[in-house]
T-cell receptor, first 108, second 116 residues
Framework: GEDVEQSLFLSVREGDSSVINCTYT??????LYWYKQEPGAGLQLLTYIFSNMDMKQDQRLTVLLNKKDKHLSLRIADTQTGDSAIYFCAEKDDKIIFGKGTRLHILP | DTAVSQTPKYLVTQMGNDKSIKCEQN?????MYWYKQDSKKFLKIMFSYNNKELIINETVPNRFSPKSPDKAHLNLHINSLELGDSAVYFC???????????????FGQGTRLTVV
């Protein structure tokens, strides 16, 4: 069945870049997403990429997609304390499947 | 003008009780979902409805029954609540995936269910 894998924790110093990685198994995924969940809140879509794209940039966010390796990454430039959250990778074919989430911790 | 709203936000109840969580979306979307997020923050799909029709039903106990009176509402009814049902339940909606364009899912704020 479909599966989405991502590491559970990442610590980054304020001002550095954060890179969160994700792998997925469903090659027929049409869209791939990054969602952000702040403490006590629901999920908020950060960005998405269509499966025929390699890269998408949106201000401090850069999404890279390697479709051959089924690898998706999210780079956050100049990481701020407000970026501290859980980041969920998700793929969509007939339903949206989420990874277990990467908890991003910002070091002072 | 909340896009996806679910009630209640918090629900504390005793084992064995029956409870419902309501969800409404005002986005005109055709597809609605229920997700369960456990204490480790793992998020799993439970159900998906498209135009009031059940299209996805993951391995969920029969005690959980979704009800969609119309395409703007998807309520979750849980019978005979157990301790292991304690979690945060998220409702979400998206446009019909067969429609053109991105089908981003919009999430409600979650309902924290605690079974004691």
């Amino acid at each position: 069945g479909e599966d989405v894998e991502q590491s559970l924790f990442l610590s980054v110093r304020e001002g550095d870049s954060s890179v969160i990685n994700c792998t997925y198994t469903d090659s027929s995924s049409t869209y791939l997403y990054w969602y952000k969940q702040e403490p006590g809140a629901g999920l908020q879509l950060l960005t998405y990429i269509f499966s025929n794209m390699d890269m998408k940039q949106d201000q401090r966010l850069t999404v890279l997609l390697n479709k051959k390796d089924k690898h998706l990454s999210l780079r956050i430039a100049d990481t701020q304390t407000g970026d501290s959250a859980i980041y969920f990778c998700a793929e969509k074919d007939d339903k949206i499947i989420f990874g277990k989430g990467t908890r991003l911790h910002i070091l002072p | 003008d909340t896009a996806v709203s679910q009630t209640p936000k918090y629900l504390v109840t005793q084992m064995g009780n029956d409870k419902s969580i309501k969800c409404e979306q005002n986005l005109g979307h055709d597809t609605m979902y229920w997700y369960k997020q456990d204490s480790k923050k793992f998020l799993k799909i439970m159900f998906s409805y498209n135009n009031k029709e059940l299209i996805i039903n993951e391995t969920v106990p029969n005690r959980f029954s979704p009800k969609s009176p119309d395409k703007a509402h998807l309520n979750l009814h849980i019978n005979s609540l157990e301790l292991g049902d304690s979690a945060v339940y998220f409702c979400a909606s998206s446009q019909d995936e067969r429609a053109a364009g991105n089908t981003e899912a919009f999430f409600g704020q979650g309902t924290r269910l605690t079974v004691v």
